[in-house]
């Protein structure tokens, strides 16, 4: 509930732009969720109201014996050297179960419910098809994908959904594989119920909007070689794309150990950090912090102290996408706002590792920590020049990050496009790779999943999340 509620709060804030002319320009703004709540608790309930709706799930295969899956390059590097805890952590494929979506009926006419009801259910399944639930949702896990959309066996309950054009097209397009689709049929359902007024800017929100489906911002779909790939290599896939390392190696064509500050992964979500492995002195062309015991992205507090326990979802969520010949293609989504973004710039500092000599790669014996303020490396609004660089760069370091400009050097909202297109050149750079690869990612069997006939709603590929009654994919008991 808790996912779906925040989707359906992004899609109204991008359809339903505030544009009262008795209010300040400040409360116009799309500064908060306030009125997207306003109109949700009269659907899904709050504070102050109960839901409309209640989501009954029952398992189909309680009884058998599930696949589990240890070799995901997430779980080797979270518990690398330390046995796996088998009895809680594993992901496993193949849970079903059937969802159903009752109304409860309240002292909204008939016409209004109807309403409600169609975007309930579309929202629900590409909620749970492209957006997922439980933990690293924003990264692969939590997929559930319908096998069977029918009305519920429940007398009271009483429209025909597989009857319904713009349901169906919902639904057709996940079976299909087709997300782009799916989210314009959700889209024109939404204006088919409500009218649309301008759409907003992201570039003017602080709170995310969802995704476009035209445009340079745009919902980007990436199909891997050979038809698909299997769904674990797609998941480690996934998780190398968003990797600092992967940046350097396929987007700035350099050296994956080479140091890369300019590369600003802290738009794909904190916290990006890890605690220091040594206790070398530092240094720094901004600030005297002292001592510092972790490296990555941290938050600068206002007594010149930090906080490495800083959190933020991601912009760009990375789902893996089924197709109907049983394997997976994978697609990006934003969910963008600027003015958020720009915020951060404020607070936000990167610690990294470099050489004395600033020229060459790290060498642990000859080793400095260097910390930058990002306020001073991203052009908040405005394009920088290669001097702005200067007092944070040195060496080897400011001709790497001259060397990508459209990276380094353009205002945040272009750079925010740009690591769209970033992620799209690792992931088909990994999809490539991986066509004739014989590492971790590969397994000795491809796991591919046929469309499932019975009773149940949902499907394979991945999903997870603690206590949770979910129904197919990677799931954490």
Not at 71 to 91: A, E, G, I, S, T
Not at 216 to 240: A, R, T, Y
Not at 260 to 271: A, C, M, V
């Amino acid at each position: 509930m808790g996912r779906l509620r925040w989707f359906l709060r992004t899609v109204y804030n991008r359809f339903y732009k505030i544009d009262d002319e008795s209010k300040s320009n400040d409360e116009n703004k799309l500064k908060n969720y306030k009125r997207a709540e306003e109109l949700l608790s009269k659907i899904l309930g709050g504070k102050e109201s109960k839901s409309h709706y209640s989501f009954k799930v029952s398992p189909l295969n309680s009884r058998e014996k599930l696949e589990t899956v240890e070799d995901l390059d997430r779980l080797k590097l979270n518990f690398r050297n330390q046995n796996y805890p088998h009895d809680k952590v594993l992901p496993i494929i193949g849970i079903r179960f059937k969802l159903e979506i009752l109304r409860i009926n309240g002292k909204l006419k008939e016409n209004e419910y109807k309403g409600y009801d169609r975007i309930v259910i579309a929202a629900t399944m590409i909620t749970l098809a492209y957006l997922g639930v439980g933990k690293a949702a924003s990264r692969g896990f939590g997929r559930f994908i319908p096998s069977k959309l029918g009305s519920s066996n429940n007398k009271s309950y009483e429209i025909k959904l597989y009857d319904d054009p713009d349901l169906k097209d919902v639904y057709e397009s996940i079976l299909n594989g087709d997300p782009l689709k799916a989210f314009k049929s959700f889209y024109n359902l939404i204006r088919k119920s409500y009218g649309s007024g301008d759409e907003a800017d992201w570039r003017e929100s602080w709170v995310p909007l969802s995704p476009s489906i035209d445009g340079e911002e745009s919902i980007k779909v990436i199909n891997c070689p050979m038809g698909g790939l299997d769904i674990i290599k797609v998941m480690n896939i996934i998780f190398k794309s968003v990797q600092k390392a992967s940046f350097k190696r396929y987007v700035f064509n350099i050296n994956t150990t080479s140091p890369g500050p300019f590369i600003h992964t802290w738009l794909l979500g904190l916290p990006r950090s890890a605690k220091r492995s040594d206790h070398r002195p530092n240094y720094s062309y901004q600030s005297n912090q002292g001592q510092i015991e972790y490296l990555g992205y941290l938050k600068l507090l206002s007594d010149n102290k930090y906080d490495n326990n800083v959190r933020r979802q991601s912009a760009y969520i990375i789902s893996p996408v089924l197709l109907p010949n049983g394997k997976f293609k994978i697609c990006i989504i934003p969910f963008l706002s600027l003015k958020d973004h720009e915020n951060v710039l404020e607070f936000l500092i990167h610690v990294g590792k470099h050489n004395n000599d600033w020229n060459s790669q790290v060498d642990k014996d000859n080793v400095t920590i260097h910390i930058v303020r990002l306020i001073k490396t991203v052009g908040k609004n405005k394009t920088l020049n290669e001097s702005d660089l200067k007092d944070s760069y040195k060496g080897k370091e400011l001709e790497l990050a001259k060397s990508k400009q459209d990276y380094t050097l353009v205002s945040l909202d272009k750079m925010m496009i740009n690591y769209i297109k970033g992620l799209t050149i690792n992931i088909e750079n990994l999809c490539k790779e991986n066509i004739n690869s014989k590492g971790s990612m590969d397994r000795e069997k491809e796991t591919t999943y046929k469309k499932n006939s019975g009773p149940d709603i949902y499907r394979k590929p991945i999903g997870r999340g603690e206590n949770l009654r979910q129904k197919t994919g990677f799931y954490h008991h």
